[in-house]
């Protein structure tokens, strides 16, 4: 089965500043990647996906994220954070044969500061 | 225009009470789930339903009992209400076809509060 591991519980970073979050998977093939986020009192949107191909994909709102098959990562970043991005974050894996199945990671709380 | 569209937004209820919560979603989708939600925001899937039929049922108490009627409505009764029940009820729908992986959309969930 598949797993996956958000190493960061919170991360504050200052508006303009560029941000990376960190999302380490265990599956023995290559699989779905997804990441979402949730705004509070909100459901979860999907913010971008990786199944093949580039390694390096762009989502929506100016995020982007690299699959790393060596270090079995799937990092989300983006090069200047904005208020608006305080939210709450999931990485997701699912199968490569069930791509419906996924699993989430705990979650990463972004904070803005000003 | 809502996608996934789940009724009610926020239930509060006595223990040992039935309640529902609705989903419907206008996307033309094939699989629906339900999540869940609690106070940590630890997302676990609790079913899932592929053309009205049950594809995962993870372990989840059988107080809690899907029921799809056709494949945009996937519905969550729930008997004999306890307090751990307390959550944030999250509805999804995913269209998944072979090279084309779409992930999820989302309800804006169901608050249930077990008073």
């Known amino acids: 089965a598949q797993s996956v591991t958000q190493p960061d519980i919170h991360i504050t970073v200052s508006e303009g500043a560029s941000l990376e979050l960190r999302c380490n998977y265990s599956y023995g093939a290559t699989p779905y990647l ?5 705004s509070p009192g909100q459901g979860l949107q999907l913010l971008l ?9 762009q989502g929506i709102k100016g995020f982007e994220a690299e699959f790393k098959r060596s270090q079995s990562s799937f990092n989300l970043r983006k090069p200047s954070v904005h208020w608006s991005d305080a939210a709450e974050y999931f990485c ?15 979650g990463t709380t972004l904070t803005v500061k000003p | 225009d809502t996608a996934v569209s789940q009724t009610p937004k926020y239930l509060v209820t006595q223990m040992g009470n039935d309640k529902s919560i609705k989903c419907e ?14 106070s940590k925001k630890f997302l676990k899937i609790m079913f899932s339903y592929n053309n009205k039929e049950l594809i995962i049922n993870e ?8 029921k799809s009627p056709d494949k945009a409505h996937l519905n969550l009764h729930i008997n004999s209400l306890e307090l751990g ?7 999804a ?3 998944d076809l072979p090279r084309q992986v779409r992930g999820y959309t989302f309800g804006s969930g169901t608050r249930l509060t077990v008073v």
């Open chain 1, 34 to 38: 997804f990441w979402y986020v949730q």
């Open chain 1, 49 to 57: 996906k990786y199944f093949s191909g580039d390694t390096l994909v």
């Open chain 1, 92 to 106: 997701a894996v699912a199968p490569n044969t069930n791509a419906g199945k996924s699993t989430f990671g705990d």
């Open chain 2, 25 to 38: 979603q206008n996307l033309g989708h094939d699989t629906m789930y339900w999540y869940k939600q609690d």
């Open chain 2, 59 to 66: 372990t989840v108490p059988n107080r809690f009992s899907p």
């Open chain 2, 85 to 91: 029940d307390s959550a944030v009820y999250f509805c």
């Open chain 2, 93 to 95: 729908s995913s269209q």
